[in-house]
């Protein structure tokens, strides 16, 4: 069961959020003008230093993040394998342990598995989840989800629409020049773990 060291009511919003991949990046990051940082790469847990499998530097990355001030989000893999799994599992111990203060999940597999075994942890619903009108960003909120991410590619005005529609649960809106583009399927052609980018 996860217990959240902070209550909603003190988070102040908006949160200005980034995503850091390793603890070589978040060592170089000036992060005092974020609210928060989801940790991990998504894309491939292939990737040297992901910290979603450097658990030793994903828990000193959470503490670090914590003792500035700063809420640290876990991400998980966007297209996970079966035997992924049990490496997730151990990413968000370890990440609860250390004081995270909620999961990005981007598949439904994941999403209900994080759900029903881990209790109580605010899950938040990536824009790669394909959120594209009000309905499905409701079902979510029905399940429980904490926050939802619409779908990168929609308009503002699109956006607007599925925030107005669905109350009772956060929205998080993407704020960038370009469109973010991940190639998880490029991770699937790299034959040895933890290789470097």
């Known amino acids: 069961m996860f217990t959240p060291a902070t209550s909603k009511a003190a988070l102040n919003f908006p949160e200005l959020s980034v995503a850091i991949t390793t603890a070589e990046i978040l060592a170089d990051v000036d992060i005092s003008g974020l609210d928060a940082v989801y940790l991990g790469q998504p894309y491939c847990l292939k990737i040297k230093g992901n ?14 993040l914590n003792s500035a001030g700063k809420r640290a989000y876990l991400t998980t893999p966007i297209v996970p394998k079966n035997t992924d799994f049990s490496k997730i599992k151990a990413a968000v111990e370890c990440g609860i342990k250390a004081g995270i203060k909620g999961v990005e999940v981007h598949d439904v597999g994941l999403f209900r598995m994080v759900k029903n075994e881990y209790p109580g942890l605010p899950i938040h619903m990536s824009s790669l989840a394909n959120i594209y009108q009000p309905e499905t960003a409701a079902y979510y909120r029905d399940q429980g989800v904490a926050r939802i991410v619409p779908a990168n590619e929609l308009l503002d005005t699109e956006m607007k629409i599925i925030k107005d529609a669905v109350d009772k649960v956060e929205f998080s809106i993407p704020i960038y020049g370009r ?8 991770c699937m052609l790299r034959s040895e773990e933890h290789t470097s980018e």
Do not use: V
């Open 179 to 186: 469109l973010p583009l991940g190639m998880s399927y490029a």
């Open 51 to 64: 910290l979603l499998i450097d658990l030793s530097g994903l828990s000193d990355a959470i503490k670090k």
